[in-house]
């Protein structure tokens, strides 16, 4: 991880720690103004970390738009408050027990519990913005419901595939860009519109996170078959095993053609790992596994083109870039 | 129900059926934003009906600051949203498969689905509210989000109060006052913050639904033990079997003295019609039942004292003195 082609890697991790050290505080004094009896679920969920990419982008975002960071600041914690609503939700909706290889809050508190630390987050996040509602915060606000709203449209997508045996690749496509791209758009762009940044600009970024959402997710989706368990913290295999519909297998199934109906079948009723290794192989076979990387590949370059069309200030310009190439990289 | 002494029961079926036969086409409107695969859980749900008293409130309060009524719908809305996401929530919570003699979301559709669904009506609420981010929707946004929260700190200390044999009357009403209050206090008073209205005329519309919130907890939880199965639509001593500590047990508990420990293990061990039958004596003894009506009047009359303080349009007025009185109705 070091010599010139990684530089980004070096910079992606010094903005994200920044952002880190910065935000951690000021989400520990937003979440004090709750009920001190949702401490315990809220503190036990937050404890185990993240890389905080979101709250980054918001930071970088603001200081590419000119602004200072304390500017943007209310706007990383509040993306951080969503964003962790929803994973304490998420794994209760998926009855996932751990994450980050420490239990989850509905496994360590009660689906009960669970719900209502998510609930307080969620509400929480509008109150930080809104504590000073002048028109870039109420701006900052909107913004932000829109992105949780669709985030939500695409986790029920997400759902509904759950009883399919195939989706197309553009269905495929829409669920991602609301499940996972549009809270990446709102944190890319949430800077900018703290800042008071024109109209073009906040477009822009927010395209930028958009496309880095779809990239993410399909490199994310090739490491969930074909990564390496002890990088990227999953059983090898896992969404296959749980019969996931991911960009990999989608577009394999596309391109299986007469043999689809015997792939989807294969892939509907798996349930060992000799018939993983099978599932995989195959998926490799039809371009599964090419056809994501190189999904991930134009969707990141249509994220940096994004920026091409404004003007940014040159050293977060740079660092957009690195979380950009950090966040889908293939050696997580 | 007939006469002068039950007028208000006229006036306030009739306030309230006009709420929802303003605000149903309204919330059907923002539903339809959803993503589709939300249609199905919530509109469910919205089919159970309610008596729509929050909508009614709003309306009724942005009469009463001498706005028009479409100057409150937004209100209106929100707030029905936001009750609504709250009932899905707590049904799961509270393990709950029926409302109003229907299944509940989750025992229908499943946990995921009625939390996705309870999260996407919480986000509408605000969209519904900053679609249009004028000064004083933006006030209305910043008061709903407040009074979310303070609902959900209610609920947090109600799942709370679950792992305990006894609570102070102070920390029930405590609970109430968020739990129950909060939303009613922020219904009573959208409509005027909507209207632009001065801050003290908001702050009495407040502070009546405030004392609405526990008058109307405080015979709801007599009902809940003493009232009539066919009227209340829940079986009778259900919350003596579930051992909630209620308004009623815990005025109970506080006069019981040198017996409380006596009736604290009676009440927390019963699990049969004969022990709620008993049970339902001795808080009677105790003064449980003559101690929360007296605490329900009480705060009736101090919610029609808040609003002595300032100057309302003369009709709506009396309407909100008569939906606090229908529903605090002991009959109900």
Excluded at 46 to 63: D, H, N, Q, W
Excluded at 143 to 168: H, N, P, V, Y
Excluded at 258 to 282: M, P
Excluded at 296 to 302: E, K, Q, S, Y
Aim: with cysteine; hydrophobic share 45%.
């Amino acid at each position: 991880m070091s010599g010139p082609a990684n530089d980004f890697f070096g910079q992606a991790t010094d903005v994200l720690s920044h952002a880190a050290d910065v935000v951690a505080p000021a989400i520990d004094l937003a979440v004090d103004r709750l009920n001190p009896e949702l401490y315990a679920p809220v503190r036990h969920h937050l404890a185990g970390g993240g890389k905080r990419v979101r709250a980054g982008l918001v930071l970088v975002s603001t200081a590419a738009a000119g602004a200072a960071e304390r500017v943007g600041l209310p706007g990383a914690v509040a993306i951080e408050l969503v964003h962790n609503y929803s994973l304490i939700h998420d794994d209760i909706m998926d009855g996932d027990r751990e994450r980050r290889h420490r239990p989850t809050v509905w496994a360590e508190f009660g689906v009960g519990r669970a719900i209502i630390a998510g609930d307080a987050l969620a509400a929480l996040a509008t109150q930080v913005l809104l504590d000073e509602p002048t028109p870039e915060r109420v701006a900052a606000a909107v913004s932000l419901t829109w992105a949780t709203q669709e985030m939500i449209a695409g986790q029920a997508d997400d759902m509904a595939f759950e009883d399919r045996t195939s989706i197309s690749l553009e269905e495929s496509l829409r669920m991602t860009a609301g499940k996972t791209g549009a809270l990446l758009a709102c944190a890319s762009s949430l800077g900018a519109v703290l800042a008071g940044a024109p109209k073009q600009t906040v477009d822009a970024l927010c395209e930028f996170g958009q496309h880095l959402g779809i990239a993410f997710q399909a490199v994310d989706d090739v490491l969930g078959i074909w990564g390496d368990p002890t990088q990227t913290g999953k059983a090898a295999g896992n969404d296959l095993l749980q019969h996931k519909l991911t960009i990999p297998v989608v577009i394999a199934l596309e391109a299986a053609d007469h043999q689809r109906h015997e792939l989807e079948n294969l892939l509907a009723s798996l349930d060992s790992a000799g018939e993983v290794d099978r599932a995989a192989q195959l998926v490799d076979k039809f371009e599964g596994r090419t056809g994501a990387l190189q999904l991930a590949d134009d969707h990141l370059r249509a994220a940096m083109g994004a920026l091409d069309r404004v003007d940014l200030e040159g050293t977060p310009r740079r660092q957009l870039d690195a979380i950009a190439q950090f966040v889908t990289e293939r050696n997580r």
